[in-house]
């Protein structure tokens, strides 16, 4: 046991002495080498050997190196792993007893007994006594580990070195050594007395560059010059102070360079050139809109672009060397699709837009950033203009015109009304478009919607453009007021309309008077100068001036008038006045413009003739307004009284139903109003020339009045009694008297007397006028035969003045008479002033001894004396025929309403048959002949009679007197009216054949290309439908309630209207639409008559159908009141938006300019 345990400890002493020895051959090992590795390193590093001193060095590196680890660590391990063997035992025994003394050699010997053991018991007893005497020794302590320190320590050594090396900055050339004693076979320089150093941080660039190189230099030297290498070419570099420069310039490939100064070098670096994500080409396809009608559109090169809103746009873009092409917009990023085209991407685009295309690749991001802006033309809402067309002849009516435009198209245009007191009762009607993008509108708002209950309107124009992104904008202009008025109403407002023209006629006729006194004045002072000075030629052009405007101011005035009394069917003579001074109007303002064109041109002599003739003429004129005038207050003075005496009776009526002091009130409320009424009726009859006898109008008012003070007195203090019902009896019947004379006055004050009165008048102007002209001839006749020139001079000019001073008495009785006679027309002013100039002419030139000249002035003015004649004669004829007729008090056969209907009926069907035969006409084959029955005023041959004034139907057909010479006139006057004259007259001595005629001759003008049996047919069909009218207006005017006679005016007023435009336009569609409306109306009257008459009572019904929006309209302006207004029918052109918003701008302006 003890004998294991020794052994045990001898083999551990063994194995840890072979394991010191080992690691203290490693230190000294890495002593060695390390020393050895800075001396062969300091000796390349000092002697910069050639490649044979540096392969010795290498090999004997090697040698020494392989020596100190054979011996020092290869060995040690040997001997570690030969621990098992005994002469290993036997030395360690040495070892340890030389350590310690007191084992000396007994280890050892124990040992060599020890393997004789088991031979004897001593033996082994002896053997295991000592090995308890080794027990208590230690034997590891006696291995030696001071060396270990040693050896450590001395490991400091090579370590210093190293770092004082790198401390001195030459480790990098040190180190370098061992690279060239490494590769020995390689030959090396000596370093260089200089380094280079390239300053540029990287040498990584885009194919797109260029790059700058700059190089110094460090250490002893600096080199004079140096060279860049690169790619096989040597390039010299630029010195800047201590610098050296060099731009490399694109196109640039990836390779390696170094710099070169003398026999030095650098080091190689190397250049990367990296591709860059370009853009090759770029392009925009805009698809506009489809409502646009716009084709396709590619813009390219370039992103930036104007479009309409909505416009689809395709980006569609080459590029090199990208992989990602993004398009960034202000709210989001989108990566465009990749296809064989190239990159695409679409948007709608409906507002500005900026937007940037960037692209990308592996090397750059968003290297290439394009930025563009799209510019949006929002699609506007349509513009409207709108304004009221104030009308003076009808200003209470709603005429809207106007326009409305598009920038890119209407589609719908409409006029909107709503009742004020049902603002959720909305009806329309759609308006017509003249153009795509500019459209002219005129609407008459009573003619577009008819049948709508009284009261108040809003009215406005929509417009609704073609916006395709928004199914159509609409638009709407201001809003108009409306009031439908019911026929008392609207009977009173053309009642005050008409009386403001009447005044402004007046007013027209007092600066006409003055215009005319100065163009007088004007010939008065220059009378007896030879030559005409160029101020005074000047002052002349001036006072002519004004003339034409006091002419148009008349035309407008009795234009506008004519057109109020237009359906006053008792105002028909009156407007037959009115149209003629229109047409007289017209002419004179033509030939005062031409005069006062040639007042700078005439001779003296020349210009004082024309001067003259105009003179002539206006006297003529302002004698027949005067008569114009005061006729048309008679006129309405008539009017107001026949409308009061209705009033009165209406009122006596109310009279007999008062009850109650309530009801006694508002009677007397009532007349206390119609008194005011009648107070300014009266007052405007005292104004006239000769008044209406209204004396007694007057009295039964004023005792009417005190009359019901007392009524009313009496039934406030007692009540209704019997006292007060024999006082309203009388007040009723009062009123009566009151309606009753009012009615008198009205028709002219003694009716048949005021007319038997007149023909006497008229007769004893015949005699007097006739003395005139048969010693008018007598005084012609002595000068013609010529025997005593001296003597005819004397007393030929006393005669002649005499011969004046009698007509003037004619003149003057025939202007009085006039003023109640409509039929003394402006014919006979016109002869009067021809009677005046000739005679004026006669003794100018006979007092000039001009005495046969004298005497055709003579003849020119018996032959206006003779016609002058000839036509008062028809017109007593005519008023002693009238006076017969009315003193026999026939009554015909009602014509019932049953008939009116029937024959409208029948007069429709001729009329679509006359439509039928007329279309394949040409206009201007064959006038019509009508309005020729006042030519040939100026003939010769006096009074030869004609062949009377034939047809049957007439109310004066007869024979009579001829006024004009060869002229025959037939027809007369039909129970409607004049038909019309027809006539050959030849002007007088052939002098200005026609010159101061009124031939009227329109033959050869022809309406719708029509035959002259059309004609002729056509014309039948106008006096039919005049007749008509006439006769429904007679039958049932006084038969109605108030609701029945707004029905009947408006009948009557579209009737009007049908005979207006045959005679016009012939047989139209619009014609044969209103003839329709007629027919719808008598019935409607019908019904309502039937109606009346089953209730045996007056009643006013108002019209209670709800307008459903649809009813059928008219366009009054479209065609009556634009028709010389010029119509642009436009389609539309591919043209840009830039010459559009030209022409709309166009129209805009020229709408403004109206």
């Known amino acids: 046991m003890e004998e294991g345990v020794i052994i045990q400890k001898l083999k551990r002493y063994v194995q840890r002495y072979h394991s010191i020895q080992l690691f203290k051959g490693m230190l000294l090992v890495l002593l060695l080498s390390g020393l050895l590795f800075f001396l062969v390193g300091g000796v390349e590093y000092l002697f910069w050997l050639n490649s044979t001193g540096r392969l010795l060095l290498l090999v004997a590196f090697g040698l020494v190196f392989v020596f100190l680890i054979f011996r020092f660590v290869f060995n040690p391990l040997r001997s570690l792993f030969r621990l098992g063997r005994e002469w290993d035992l036997?030395?360690?025994?040495?070892?340890?007893?030389?350590?310690?003394?007191?084992?000396?050699?007994?280890?050892?010997?124990?040992?060599?007994?020890?393997?004789?053991?088991?031979?004897?018991?001593?033996?082994?007893?002896?053997?295991?006594?000592?090995?308890?005497?080794?027990?208590?020794?230690?034997?590891?302590?006696?291995?030696?580990?001071?060396d270990l320190k040693k050896y450590a320590l001395l490991l400091l050594i090579p370590l210093s070195l190293f770092l004082g090396v790198v401390l001195a900055g030459t480790w990098s050339d040190w180190s370098k050594s061992y690279t060239r004693v490494a590769n020995y076979q390689l030959a090396y320089e000596p370093p260089a007395p200089f380094r280079f150093i390239l300053e540029n941080e990287e040498l990584e660039i885009g194919s797109h560059e260029s790059i700058l190189l700059r190089v110094v230099t460090e250490g002893s030297l600096t080199p004079e010059q140096m060279k860049l290498r690169y790619l096989g070419?040597?390039?010299?570099?630029?010195?800047?102070?201590?610098?050296?420069?060099?731009?490399?310039?694109?196109?640039?490939?990836?390779?390696?360079?170094?710099?070169?100064?003398?026999?030095?070098?650098?080091?190689?670096?190397?250049?990367?050139?990296?591709?860059?994500?370009?853009?090759?080409?770029?392009?925009?396809?805009?698809?506009?809109?489809?409502?646009?009608?716009k084709g396709k559109e590619i813009i390219s090169g370039s992103g930036n672009a104007t479009v309409p809103e909505g416009t689809l746009v395709q980006w569609r873009v080459k590029t090199?060397?990208?992989?990602?092409?993004?398009?960034?917009?202000?709210?989001?990023?989108?990566?465009?699709?990749?296809?064989?085209?190239?990159?695409?991407?679409?948007?709608?685009?409906?507002?500005?837009?900026?937007?940037?295309?960037?692209?990308?690749?592996?090397?750059?991001?968003?290297?290439?950033?394009?930025?563009?802006?799209?510019?949006?033309?929002?699609?506007?809402?349509?513009?409207?203009?709108?304004?009221?067309?104030?009308?003076?002849?009808?200003?209470?009516e709603l005429r809207i015109e106007g326009n409305a435009s598009d920038d890119y198209g209407l589609k719908q245009l409409r006029i909107v009304a709503y009742a004020v007191r049902k603002p959720d009762s909305t009806f329309y009607k759609a308006l017509p478009l003249s153009g795509e993008l500019y459209s002219d509108f005129a609407v008459d708002f009573g003619a577009t919607f008819t049948?709508?209950?009284?009261?108040?309107?809003?009215?406005?124009?929509?417009?609704?453009?073609?916006?395709?992104?928004?199914?159509?904008?609409?638009?709407?202009?201001?809003?108009?007021?409306?009031?439908?008025?019911?026929?008392?109403?609207?009977?009173?407002?053309?009642?005050?309309?008409?009386?403001?023209?009447?005044?402004?006629?007046e007013r027209s006729l007092e600066k006409l008077k003055k215009a005319n006194a100065k163009v007088a004045e004007y010939q008065e002072g220059r009378k007896d100068a030879q030559n005409m000075r160029f101020s005074e030629r000047d002052q002349l052009k001036s006072a002519l001036e004004e003339q034409i405007q006091q002419e148009e101011m008349m035309k407008r005035f009795s234009q506008e008038l004519r057109k109020n009394l237009e359906n006053k069917e008792d105002a028909r003579l009156l407007s037959e006045r009115l149209k003629r001074q229109e047409q007289l109007a017209v002419r004179n303002k033509r030939l005062l413009d031409e005069l006062r064109k040639m007042a700078g041109e005439l001779e003296s002599e020349e210009l004082k003739q024309e001067l003259d003739e105009t003179a002539k003429k206006q006297s003529s004129q302002q004698k027949s307004l005067e008569q114009l005038v005061e006729l048309t207050k008679r006129f309405l003075v008539k009017e107001k009284l026949k409308e009061l005496g209705k009033d009165f009776k209406e009122l006596a009526e109310e009279q007999t139903r008062v009850a109650n002091?309530?009801?006694?009130?508002?009677?007397?409320?009532?007349?206390?109003?119609?008194?005011?009424?009648?107070?300014?009726?009266?007052?405007?009859?005292?104004?006239?020339?000769?008044?209406?006898?209204?004396?007694?109008?007057?009295?039964i008012q004023r005792k009417e009045d005190d009359?019901?003070?007392?009524?009313?007195?009496?039934?406030?203090?007692?009540?209704?009694?019997?006292?007060?019902?024999?006082?309203?009896?009388?007040?009723?019947?009062r009123l009566q008297e009151l309606s009753e004379a009012l009615d008198t006055a009205g028709s002219g004050g003694q009716g048949r007397e005021q007319q038997a009165e007149d023909a006497e008048?008229?007769?004893?102007?015949?005699?007097?006028?006739?003395?005139?002209?048969?010693?008018?001839?007598?005084?012609?006749?002595?000068?013609?035969?010529?025997?005593?020139?001296?003597?005819?001079?004397?007393?030929?000019?006393?005669?002649?003045?005499?011969?004046?001073?009698?007509?003037?008495?004619?003149?003057?009785?025939?202007?009085?008479?006039?003023?109640?006679?409509?039929?003394?027309?402006?014919?006979?002013?016109?002869?009067?002033?021809?009677?005046?100039?000739?005679?004026?002419?006669?003794?100018?030139?006979?007092?000039?001894?001009?005495?046969?000249?004298?005497?055709?002035?003579?003849?020119?003015?018996?032959?206006?004396?003779?016609?002058?004649?000839?036509f008062l004669a028809e017109t007593l004829d005519n008023m002693q025929e009238e006076m017969s007729r009315n003193s026999e008090g026939g009554s015909q056969n009602e014509f019932q309403l049953e008939d009116i209907i029937q024959s409208q009926k029948e007069l429709n069907e001729r009329l679509e048959q006359q439509g039928q035969e007329g279309k394949e006409g040409q206009e201007g084959q064959q006038g019509q002949q009508g309005q020729q029955g006042q030519q040939g005023e100026q003939g010769q041959q006096g009074e030869q009679g004609q062949q009377g004034e034939s047809g049957s139907q007439g109310r004066n057909g007869k024979s009579g007197k001829g006024r004009n010479g060869n002229g025959q006139q037939q027809g007369g006057r039909s129970e409607n009216g004049r038909s019309g004259k027809q006539g050959n007259g030849q002007g007088e001595n052939g002098r200005e054949q026609g010159k101061n005629s009124r031939n009227g001759q329109r033959g050869q003008e022809g309406v719708n290309g029509m035959s002259d049996q059309q004609l002729a047919?056509?014309?039948?069909?106008?006096?039919?439908?005049?007749?008509?009218?006439?006769?429904?207006?007679?039958?049932?005017?006084?038969?109605?309630?108030?609701?029945?006679?707004?029905?009947?005016?408006?009948?009557?007023?579209?009737?009007?209207?049908?005979?207006?435009?045959?005679?016009?336009?012939?047989?139209?569609?619009?014609?044969?639409?209103?003839?329709?409306?007629?027919?719808?109306r008598l019935l409607q009257l019908q019904g309502a008559t039937f109606q009346q008459e089953r209730e045996q009572q007056r009643t006013s019904n108002t019209n209670k159908e709800t307008f459903s929006g649809e009813e059928r309209g008219g366009f009054l302006f479209e065609a009556e009141q634009k028709k010389e207004q010029e119509e642009l029918i436009r389609k539309p052109l591919p043209m840009t938006s830039r010459y559009k918003n030209l022409i709309k701008k166009y129209f805009q302006d020229r709408n403004q300019r109206k």
């Open 451 to 505: 049948n709508l209950e009284s009261g108040g309107y809003r009215v406005y124009i929509e417009a609704r453009d073609n916006d395709g992104n928004r199914n159509g904008k609409w638009a709407r202009s201001r809003e108009f007021d409306y009031r439908v008025r019911t026929a008392e109403q609207e009977e009173d407002q053309l009642q005050r309309e008409r009386e403001g023209l009447t005044d402004g006629l």
């Open 233 to 293: 070419q040597e390039r010299l570099m630029l010195k800047e102070g201590e610098e050296f420069i060099i731009r490399l310039e694109q196109p640039l490939e990836t390779g390696s360079l170094y710099f070169q100064a003398g026999r030095y070098r650098s080091r190689d670096y190397e250049l990367t050139v990296r591709d860059i994500p370009s853009i090759l080409d770029f392009e925009m396809l805009l698809n506009y809109p489809a409502y646009l009608n």
């Open 90 to 146: 036997e030395a360690a025994a040495k070892v340890i007893g030389q350590h310690f003394p007191e084992i000396e050699d007994r280890l050892l010997n124990y040992l060599q007994l020890h393997g004789d053991r088991g031979q004897s018991d001593l033996l082994d007893a002896a053997l295991e006594q000592k090995a308890k005497s080794f027990e208590g020794i230690p034997f590891v302590k006696a291995i030696a580990t001071e």
């Open 761 to 870: 008048t008229l007769r004893k102007i015949m005699d007097n006028l006739l003395e005139f002209t048969f010693e008018q001839e007598e005084l012609l006749n002595q000068i013609e035969k010529g025997e005593d020139l001296e003597a005819i001079q004397s007393q030929g000019i006393r005669k002649q003045k005499e011969l004046r001073e009698l007509f003037t008495h004619v003149d003057d009785s025939l202007f009085s008479l006039s003023l109640r006679q409509t039929d003394i027309s402006e014919f006979v002013n016109e002869q009067i002033e021809e009677v005046y100039y000739n005679i004026d002419r006669a003794l100018e030139r006979i007092a000039e001894n001009q005495i046969y000249q004298g005497g055709a002035n003579q003849q020119y003015a018996l032959s206006a004396g003779n016609r002058l004649s000839s």
């Open 661 to 699: 002091k309530q009801a006694q009130d508002s009677v007397q409320a009532s007349f206390k109003s119609l008194s005011e009424e009648l107070k300014n009726a009266l007052d405007k009859n005292t104004d006239l020339r000769k008044p209406y006898p209204v004396g007694e109008a007057e009295g």
């Open 707 to 733: 009359l019901l003070n007392q009524i009313e007195q009496e039934m406030r203090e007692n009540g209704a009694t019997e006292k007060s019902q024999s006082q309203q009896k009388r007040s009723e019947e």
């Open 1017 to 1080: 047919e056509l014309y039948e069909i106008y006096k039919e439908q005049q007749k008509l009218r006439n006769k429904l207006e007679e039958q049932l005017s006084d038969k109605m309630g108030a609701a029945e006679r707004a029905v009947l005016q408006q009948t009557l007023r579209e009737m009007q209207r049908a005979e207006n435009e045959l005679l016009r336009s012939g047989v139209t569609q619009q014609t044969m639409n209103r003839m329709n409306r007629i027919q719808q």
């Open 320 to 396: 090199q060397n990208t992989e990602v092409l993004e398009w960034r917009g202000p709210k989001r990023v989108v990566e465009m699709n990749r296809s064989e085209r190239g990159f695409e991407h679409e948007e709608s685009v409906y507002r500005d837009t900026d937007y940037e295309v960037s692209s990308s690749n592996s090397f750059f991001d968003d290297f290439e950033a394009l930025n563009y802006s799209l510019k949006v033309i929002p699609d506007e809402l349509p513009a409207i203009e709108a304004q009221r067309v104030v009308d003076t002849l009808a200003a209470d």
